[in-house]
Nanobody, 122 residues
Framework: QVQLVESGGGSVQAGGSLRLSCAAS????????MAWYRQVPGKQRELVAT???????NYADSVKGRFTISRDNAANTVYLQMNSLKPEDTAVYYC????????????????WGQGTQVTVSS
């Protein structure tokens, strides 16, 4: 039906930057809210940032001023620009998207990416 594929993770030193991408493909009519989450072993997945189809954004306090979420609606892609990275940003980052799926009767569902590792060393 719909797949979300993430890219852009990796290892970086503290203070560095990374840009994550998440592209949705498949039987897509449109994408609504999109978001990035992160998770470290032994902890719950936490919300990092969200963006509506109209471009309204929201951020976790821990990343405000350092991370920027954006999207390309035509490409059904969401991005996360991460600047001034800290060791505590180390986690597996997941994207999700609320997608209107093309079907006999179109419907909306939430899909998740497979996750991409971000490691920040001090």
């Amino acid at each position: 039906q719909v797949q979300l594929v993430e890219s852009g993770g990796g290892s970086v030193q503290a203070g560095g930057s990374l840009r994550l991408s998440c592209a949705a493909s498949g039987r897509i009519v449109s994408s609504n809210a999109m978001a990035w989450y992160r998770q470290v072993p032994g902890k719950q997945r936490e919300l990092v940032a969200t963006i509506t189809s109209g471009g309204t954004t929201n951020y976790a306090d821990s990343v405000k001023g350092r991370f920027t979420i954006s999207r390309d609606n035509a490409a059904n892609t969401v991005y996360l620009q991460m600047n001034s990275l800290k060791p505590e940003d180390t986690a597996v980052y997941y994207c999700n998207a609320d997608i209107v799926v093309k079907s006999f009767v179109n419907y909306e569902a939430r899909f998740w990416g497979q996750g991409t590792q971000v490691t920040v060393s001090s």
